[in-house]
């Protein structure tokens, strides 16, 4: 089975910045799209940002400018790099990705999420 596993995530004042990870292990023929998500308390989880194999990056308009994403395909890792922060960015981060398993099963994985917390 393939896994994704986030880290990085803390608590940071405003303005202030973090990096989150996430590493793909497992049995891994392929992947696609890897991207970010975020789950604000009492919120449904929104997209953040978006890397396909290509590297055409896309943000959401409320981090655009601010966050970076990018991805090591050799480590099958993607990153987070989000400055500026926002207490508005408080939430736990996702980990998703487009993955075809060595046997050709092909889904979309989450991680299990990584605290982020931005203080006023």
Known sequence: QVQ???SGGG????????RLSCA???SIFSI???GWYRQAPGKQRELV?????????????????RFTISRDN???TVSLQMNSLKPEDTAVYYCNADISSAALFRNQYWGQGTRVTVSS
């Not at 608590?11 to 973090?18: D, F, K, M, W, Y």
């Not at 940002?49 to 400018?65: F, M």
């Open 49 to 65: 940002a978006t890397i396909p194999t290509g590297g055409r990056t896309s943000y959401s308009d409320s981090v655009k400018g």
């Open 74 to 76: 050799a480590k099958n």
């Open 4 to 6: 994704l596993v986030e």
């Open 11 to 18: 608590l940071v004042q405003a303005g202030g910045s973090l």
């Open 32 to 34: 696609n799209a890897m």
């Open 24 to 26: 793909a292990s497992g």
